[in-house]
């Protein structure tokens, strides 16, 4: 692609930067922002380096939040004992949809993939054990992805856990292998947490 200007391609440079948009698209969101007033840009600038300076990560439960302790965690009507482990803040986002779980989250920051050289010291792992080895918790929901990766980790947690005297259960796969937690449907996920099994029933099936 040549370039009549070297702020236009830099700004299509870094565009091309995020996932999925390749040269073509960056340079077409580029030149509808210049032709938008320059407010919007300004606005949207602003948005992008406010997020990253002022997000934080929940000291509890590792969800982004823009408080210290996030609104789920700090509310008094949740039930702190029972978590739902998830991969990220948009498992949370869906399951919050449905209504249907009153417990906390813990959310992993990932799950563990060799393949992207994402091991368990890359996840917040280790504080979940902590918290439930501190007694804690009563029970444990994991919500992961119904692929490989998902089923280690799971795997995996529940290891680290053995010997502790904690429910451990998954939620129902009425999600069909390979979907994404995100994209499954309220009612089938309400319905999926509701109707979570335990565990190691999960592992004979
Ligand atoms: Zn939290």
Redesign the pocket.
Known sequence: MEFSSKLLENAVYEMSQLPSIGKRTALRLVLHLLQQPKEQTDRLAFALQNLRSEIKH?K??F?I?DLE??E??SNPMRNRKVICVVEDIRDVMAIESTGQFKG??HVLGGIISPMDGVGPSDLYIEPLVDKVKKGEVEELIFALSASMEGDTTNFYIFKQLEGVEIKVSTIARGISVGDELQYADEVTLGRSILNRIPFEQSLKG
Do not use: E
Request: glycine share 0%.
């Open positions: 929940c509890n439960c969800n939040s302790v996030c789920i965690c906390n989250y």
